[in-house]
């Protein structure tokens, strides 16, 4: 049975990865992925890993001889375009630095949320200001969930990581904000 199971694969146009030196698969990367290595590297990865996250999302191509020469002709530019890259970050990195968000929400009296304050919600306040971070790249180190400043830690890249202030203030109700009308008597 096992052979017509290889013989299954081989008719449906599954091909068989190129083995790397440790019984892995070789793989280019395209992009830097993060905990694996940067753009333009060749590295060597479980099967599953690259058949499953590496090749689908376009990470990754297999580590032929004639892509690696390719990769060697075109290093200087990909370096390039990489210090270009790191230059954007750090400068949107000092940016945050300088910038404090502020994020109302619902408390008590005691200064304790009905909810929390996450990623998420530091996300849209920096989409507010026209700085477009995701919520994956805002570091917690646990819940917001009493009023107050934060000191919140965005990794931007692997080598690229800023702190943001975050106030949580109460959010202002219709009431508490408008004039109380002025009479005649």
């Known amino acids: ?14 091909k068989r990865l190129p ?11 395209i992009h ?7 753009q333009g590297e060749v590295v060597e990865v479980k099967a599953g890993f690259a058949n499953n996250y590496l090749l689908p999302q376009g990470l990754a191509t ?7 020469r390719m990769v060697d002709k ?16 750090q400068e949107l990195a000092d940016q945050l630095a300088k910038l404090s968000v502020t994020i109302e929400a ?21 989409k507010q200001l026209e700085y477009n971070v995701l919520p994956e790249l ?3 180190e646990g819940v917001m969930k009493e009023l107050g400043l934060y000191t919140v830690k965005v990794q931007l890249h692997q080598d690229v990581q800023t702190e943001l202030k ?15 009308p002025v009479t005649k008597k």
């Open 74 to 89: 075109h290093k200087s530019k990909l370096i390039e375009i990489e210090k270009a890259r790191l230059s954007d970050l």
């Open 138 to 140: 805002i570091k917690l």
């Open 166 to 180: 975050v106030w949580v203030v109460p959010t202002v109700s219709d009431e508490d904000s408008s004039e109380k």
């Open 19 to 29: 083995k790397g030196k440790h019984g892995g698969v070789e793989l280019l990367l």
């Open 106 to 126: 619902n408390a008590n009296n005691d200064g304790h949320l009905y909810g929390s304050v996450g990623a998420n919600d530091i996300s849209s306040a920096l």
């Open 1 to 14: 049975m096992a052979n017509t199971t290889s013989r299954q694969r081989q008719s449906k146009g599954f």
């Open 32 to 38: 830097s992925v993060d905990h694996l290595g940067r």
């Open 62 to 68: 297999i580590a032929t001889d004639h892509h690696k």
